[in-house]
Each structure stands twice: as structure tokens, then as C-alpha cells.
């Protein structure tokens, strides 16, 4: 049930088009980045903190688009879904998702320059 949920998850993230192309692999290069200065910067267990607490608030965020999306089938917020000919399509994603992001980075960040 789990795995079959799971699956669902990841060919939903992998095939939607609720964002550019190039911006699903721009932000791979940004977490990479981020990585590398903080590593860099404070050390190993540090990156450990901030990449675990990005990890935990996404997947919060992740969960809460879900749940109320009723599994990506239902407006809600910045996420708009129409029918089409009896297929569900996606607009571009909106203002509040890529605040969270933001928001979430900027949370782990002060966490680990506060962390003594």
C-alpha cells in the first residue's frame, strides 16, 4: 500500500509539468550548491543538520499539497488542475510553493548559524 503510494508520488514529480524542465534541474544544482558552501563553511555535521531539516520541511510541504490536492486531482492555492478532455492537466506551479521553498532554506540556514 505504502510502496504503491510511493510510486505514485514519484511519477507524479517526475512527469508534471507544473514547472519548467530546466528549472526541476536547476534546483538540483542550487541544493548541490548549497551544500558544498555550507560544507565548506561549517563543516560536515552542519550540512547534516541543514540538509536533514530541507529534507523534513519538503516533505511536509510535499504531504500538504497532497493531502489537499486530494492526490494532485484538486485545485488548491497556487496549484490549479483542469480537465481537459477527461485528462487532468497542470498550470505552472505558483508564488506560495516557491516562497516555501524559500522559506524552508532560509529556516535550516539559521538553525545551523545558530547551532553552536
Known sequence: MISKEI?????FLRNHT????????TKIFILFASVI????????LKVIIW???VVLMGLLVHMIYRTKTHIYKKSWMDFKVKEIGGKLTYERIGLLYYS??????LIATITIILLK
Request: aromatic share 20%; glycine share 4%; proline share 3%.
Open 51 to 53: 540538509f536533514s531539516i
Open 18 to 25: 507544473l514547472q519548467p524542465t530546466w528549472w526541476k534541474t
Open 37 to 44: 558552501i555550507i560544507w565548506i563553511i561549517f563543516g560536515i
Open 100 to 105: 516555501l521553498v524559500a522559506l524552508m532554506f
Open 7 to 11: 510510486k505514485k508520488d514519484i511519477n
